[in-house]
């Protein structure tokens, strides 16, 4: 869900309504942390949320320049507290190293994509606008979503459609995506989309759209996003002081099930205990209000010590 904020100059700005921020804050915020880390801080939907609840410093991470901007405005009325940084969370021990922070007493990672970015017809994320094919989360990187369309090999681009994107279709929607190109290269998000749409037609059961997966898994490789979300989750547990606690939250099966299994293995080892024993869901009027948080799994560990 995005909000439209009004700027002194008139100006309008997309803001991303965090998801589930009430459990959030009730997990995160109620022992009074002293330091918290939103490793995906975008423009500072949840941080506000967790500066308003504690007096705690926040550290913002994030790899999106232009949504750390915005929640540079968004979080200025707390000084000093907050740090904001440009980078990826799965580098996020090299992050608050740097910073000269050891520990923190609360880590927060929201996985899903930001409704600033996706809303933004000209950074390709979403299917639903024509855009160029690009997906870049840090758009100083080179690899774009175009690289991988116009000159992934067929057999590559079935891989990271069916492994990443969990399609059925995989090689069919690989074919049709190589023959597209041969007559000219791939250029948008609209042109991608109808390629999909050729092969799988124009709807799929639950009123899901075909190239929703073909979108994702592109996404998530230009991003590595799974092999950032490893780093982030086998060095974030050890960044936590003695009673601290970290959440995740979830948007696709992938990213859960390494969630899931990386807390279950740590809860196991005697270390940590799971605060979650069982999923946490959006309740349906959050729903209801904001469509995307639908698919939202949070997750939550505790150190253990006080």
């Known amino acids: 869900m995005t909000l439209a904020v009004k700027h002194d100059d008139g100006a309008a700005v997309r803001m991303h309504v965090p998801v589930m921020a009430g459990e959030v804050r009730e997990l995160l915020c109620a022992r009074g942390p002293r330091v918290v880390v939103d490793a995906t801080v975008g423009t500072g939907g949840h941080a506000l949320e967790m500066l308003k609840a504690t007096s705690a410093r926040l550290v913002g991470i994030d790899r999106d320049a232009d949504a750390l901007a915005v929640a540079r405005d968004r979080l200025s009325a707390f000084g000093d507290r907050v740090t904001l940084l440009h980078g ?45 094919l690009d997906m870049r989360m840090d758009r100083s990187q080179k690899l774009r979503a175009y690289d991988l369309v116009n000159e992934e090999s067929e057999a590559d681009l079935a891989d990271i459609l069916h492994h990443l994107g969990e399609e059925r279709a995989a090689r069919r929607i690989a074919r049709a995506i190589v023959d597209a190109r041969r007559r000219r290269p791939i250029e948008t998000t ?10 799988l037609g124009l709807r799929r059961g639950g009123g899901v759209h075909p190239a929703t997966r073909t979108f994702q ?23 936590l002081s003695p009673g601290g606690r970290m959440a995740v939250i979830a948007y696709h099966s992938l990213e859960d099930r390494a969630v899931k299994e990386r807390m279950r ?17 959006p309740a349906d009027s959050e729903i209801a209000s904001n469509p995307r948080a639908r698919s939202a799994r949070l997750r939550c560990i505790e150190r253990a010590g006080r």
Not at 104 to 112: E, H, P, Q, V, Y
Not at 190 to 199: D, Q, S, T, W, Y
Request: net charge negative; with cysteine.
């Open 88 to 132: 990826n969370f799965g580098e996020i021990a090299r992050l608050l190293g740097e910073c000269g922070i050891e520990s923190a007493d609360a880590i927060l990672a929201d996985l899903g994509m930001s409704s600033f970015a996706l809303d933004d017809a000209e950074r390709g994320f979403s299917f639903r606008s024509e855009g160029p």
């Open 190 to 199: 609209g042109e991608l989309r109808a390629i999909v749409e050729r092969v």
């Open 217 to 239: 898994a592109l996404r998530i490789a230009v991003n590595h996003e799974m092999e950032s979300l490893a780093s982030f989750l086998e060095a974030a547990p050890g960044l």
């Open 265 to 281: 293995a740590l809860a196991a080892g005697g270390g940590y205990v799971a605060l979650t024993r069982k999923v946490l869901k």
